[in-house]
């Protein structure tokens, strides 16, 4: 048995598979349909939905790295469904499995749900993320993590990444954010370490963070408290921010 995490919300359900040493795929799902935003290693992934009766209506795609994208067309085929990314992404053809491309104006149904495209550029040029209103969902991959957020590879930038977490940071604070890595405690020393955490408040976390399985979905309103990345109210400020945490 593929092991998983599985949060419920109401009727739909998110499911967690860890892959890799840190990454998460996700499928959103209701009565055995499902929707799975990037896949992170074909074999668990096509597992988990074989041994769960999971059938997809539709892959989405964050961003080409090949920790979102592994065995995409293996499974599209086993499920007969399409692949979209986003528009910057399919045009540039870096997921040449994708049928169709995303954006902002794009009207995405799936599984009786409205998916809000949200261009979330910065970590690559093409990167998109997943907002479902009515559930108060957001699936941001690389964009934000809990008290972190993406690294710019060269096909990104540090000022969209900056411009993407101010997007963020304007949806409802109840925002339920999966991110696709589990990189919440390397994101925690590296604030200790530069006090930009309230000790106190650094204490607590710690505690938590070493009690948890996974810190993994965090919410907007504890984020928008606590992560120095998400707050820097300057490009300036961010760039800076994010540079020295790329030192290590
Ligand atoms: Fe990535």
Excluded: W
């Excluded at 009727?11 to 998460?24: G, L, T």
């Excluded at 499974?75 to 045009?91: P, T, W």
């Excluded at 925690?188 to 948890?212: A, H, M, T, V």
């Amino acid at each position: 048995m593929i092991k998983a995490f599985k949060d419920v919300y109401g009727e739909y359900s998110v499911h967690m598979i860890p892959c890799r040493e840190d990454n998460y795929t996700f499928i959103l799902e209701k009565n055995k349909c499902g929707v799975l935003i990037d896949s992170s290693l074909y074999e668990p992934v096509s597992k988990y939905l074989k041994e769960n009766q999971i059938k997809l209506e539709a892959i989405l795609i964050t961003h080409h790295h090949y920790d979102h994208v592994d065995g995409i067309k293996e499974i599209a085929d086993e499920h007969e469904c399409r692949i979209l990314c986003s528009q910057v992404d399919y045009e540039r053809d870096a997921v040449p499995e994708a049928h169709d491309f995303l954006n902002e104006d794009s009207a995405l149904k799936l599984i009786g749900l409205d998916f809000k495209v949200i261009e979330t550029p910065g970590h690559t040029a093409g990167h998109i993320s997943f907002y479902i209103e009515s559930l108060d969902l957001l699936f941001c991959a690389d964009t934000l993590f809990s008290l972190g957020c993406g690294r710019v590879f060269p096909d990104g930038s540090f000022e969209s990444l900056f411009t993407s977490l101010q997007k963020i940071s304007k949806l409802p604070e109840n925002t339920i954010i999966y991110c696709a890595h589990e990189y919440t405690k390397s994101n925690f020393y590296f604030l200790s370490k530069n006090s930009l955490l309230d000790p106190l408040k650094g204490d607590e976390i710690e505690r938590r963070l070493l009690n948890e399985q996974r810190t993994v979905p965090t919410s907007l309103k504890y984020e928008t408290h606590l992560n120095s990345f998400l707050k820097c109210s300057t490009q300036e400020e961010f760039t800076h921010l994010r540079k020295l945490k790329d030192k290590g």
